[in-house]
């Protein structure tokens, strides 16, 4: 699944797991479990993580594969990976050798204003990490409706910064949507509305892919 921050990966992706069945897979959730365990691959993925640098394609793509091998056939919903043409490449290679089919690849389209809108109105709970929208909370509200705690403006939630993610998400993942565009299998929808139009948007689009 690809799309940019603030598009609602996270929570379509969480919608499609319980609907299917399917098993989220995170690349930060894998390098970080891969690391915590003290894997072989763990250890060298840390090694770069420790100095600052990014984490190699072959090192994710190892990360990545162990972790589909292990969860059988349950089915899965890849979410930042793969970033690079090289990982997609590699991924492919890999689920063919497998025998696990890669289905559809869906890209969370929405416009650049929106997602301005979305992720600069954004306040986070200080103490227990609640995400709040300015647009759904009374006028006013400075503390968390859950525990009390301050909300705050992340520091990367300003206009510039969310302008500079986003044109560092395009130049990234268009030689990939393009990849796959060019399999026949990239499946694109219209990421703005509510968290059930979205969703009912990609059923509807997943199973005309699959009729």
Known sequence: MFGPPGAGKGTQAELIEKKFGAVHISTGDILREAVANGTEI?????SYMDRGELVPDEVVIDIAIAKLQEIGDSGFLLDGFPRTVAQAEALDKALSASGIPLDTVISLNVPEEEIVRRLSGRRVCTECGAIYHIDSIPDGTLNCLLCGGKLIQRADDNPESIRNRLRVYDEQTSPVLDYY????????INAVGTVEEVFCRLMEALCSDKA
């Not at 763990?42 to 840390?46: N, S, T």
Request: hydrophobic fraction near 40%; charge should be positive.
């Open 42 to 46: 763990g250890k060298l993925a840390k």
């Open 181 to 188: 565009r060019g399999r026949g299998i990239l499946v694109e």
